[in-house]
Structures are given as C-alpha cells and as structure tokens.
C-alpha cells in the first residue's frame, strides 16, 4: 500500500519515524531514504534509527542555496535511482521516502526533465504487494493522491516559529 | 512549550512516536501516558520504546462497549492523577499525553464531572518550562488550541479502511 502524510503542519517525517518503531516492534525490514536533508544536518532520530536496524540513506547535499542547480540535480537523480532500487529489491516491509513529494514542486530547479510523479507511480506499481510504501512532503498532487491508498493532510493550525522560536532540538530535529 | 496533534487522519499517535525517537536520540528523557489504550492491547512500538527508555503507562482497560460506565470513569481518573504526577514531577524532557483530547469528548461517559481542559491547563502552567508536553487526540477544543503553541490538523484525505481492508500489523499497531 502506498501511504501519503502531506501538507504544511508539523508532522509529516516525524510520523513517518513513528511508522518506522512500530514496524521495528514487529521485526518488520524498514528502509528510509531522505531527500533534501544531507548526511551533515544532524537529526537526533538518525543515528537510533540505523541502531535500530533501519537502513538509512540521506541523499542530499546540505543548504541548497550553497549549492549549483547542476549539483542539486545530480543529487536528486543519485536519490531517485537508489529509490528505484530500494522500491524494486523485494527486500523490505516498509519503505519511506521522506521529503519526496517536495521534489515535485521545486522552484529553484526543474525537476520535471527527469522524473515526475507519474515515472514514480509507474515503479510503486511493481513494488511487491506486502511492502508498504510512505510518500512525505508539503504539497501532493492530485495524481498522487489519487494513486495512494491513504492520504493525510497535515495542516499547520499554529507554530510557535511565528513567535520568533527557533527550531528545537529534539522536536524538529 | 504545548504541541497538539489533532484530526481525524492517521499520524497523531505515530507523530508522537516520532518525537520520543527524536528525543531520544539528544539523551532527552520522554514520559508517555496513553488514554484509553489497554496494556492487552498489543501494538508494535510499546516494548521497543520501553527498551529504548521511554517510560510508558497504558492506563486504558480495553474495549470500552465490554466495561461498565463507573471501569471507564475509575480508569480515566487514575490516568489523569498519574498525568498530574508526571507533568509536575520535574523529571522529564518530554511527556506524551496520548489520546487524552478524545477524553474531553467521549459521549458514553460523562468525564466533564471531574475533569475538563481547564483543568488540565491548570496543570500545565505548573510544568517547568524545559519541557514539552505533547497531547494527541480527535477534535481538540479551542481552548486547547488557544492555549498550545503549536497545532497540527491531521485531516483524512483517504484512508484504506474505506475500502473494506483491515487495520494493519505494523501500521495502525
């Protein structure tokens, strides 16, 4: 099944870390990939995690404004064929690809050369039937939502960022 | 600071889970009661948060419809003595209340009688302001809403049950 958390709330990668523990508790194979954030932004939940049994990759090269389109490209293409990889083995129970659905709609770089969700959707429908697939990120589109079998919204109601507080660790990162 | 995962979408509890790891991962220590819950009630992520350190209470006493009233108000009562225990007690980083908004609306039980959010945000100006309280639950209330600092909607935008599958090992439990 294909789960989607989208939406611009709190909520989305840290369910999908929720969905990666109940999954551990059942000795299920989970697999995360994460785009956008780099192996340098330090995360409390990553280094438990891999403990933990989960295979984490983090595909992302750092601030992206540091970076050349032509390197956040190639960082993106380099993610997407592990995804493709990851989705084809067979080998997992769950896998997450956090921050994908953002892909879709940066504006800093055009994705849409390369990959789209409907060359995403055309591999989620060779993934082997008992693996679980958790799509995250702001803003999906109606053919994602169509294809996925459950979709939240996470909406922001209130942060406590429009008070003027920063990011907190261990709550955002 | 008050964070309140909040809808009728799958992510308020697995969220909360998330946020443990996070916090655990930064040495934080992390406290969560779950409402209504029942320790028969097995699901994937209690025994491994348990080895992982967090201290966890399931106060529920299982299926609601198989108890009398009177089980349901003495249960929710020794919750909520505990609750204040713990969220006074000076001990934790983080503390999850779990499902304790779907208290304050429970329509078979009255628990307005000896517990409503004004209460519970008496206790919670009393918290030492190093820590976090998250609560998760359907329909929270304004006054909650007005209260916390950050508020995420979990909103169903579609979710599999609808199509007649059943909760799932290692994602609903």
Redesign the interface.
Known sequence: ?V?I?T?N??????????????????Q?KVCMIQFLKSPDFK???????KK?GVELYQTGIGFSWKKTPQQQIESIKYAWELCRKVLLCEKY??IILDEIINIFCMRTISVANFLNEKDLIAVLQKVKNTT?VVLTGRNASQIL?DY?????????????YK?G?KA????E?
């Open positions: 099944m789960l958390f939406g709330g709190k909520g989305k990668t840290t369910a999908a870390i929720g969905l990666c523990i109940r999954a551990l508790g059942w299920k995360s409390g939940e990553i280094d438990l995690l933990m129970d769950i679980d939502i996925a079998d459950l979709v939240t919204d996470m909406k922001e109601i209130k942060h406590y008070k507080i907190k660790k261990g709550l990162y």
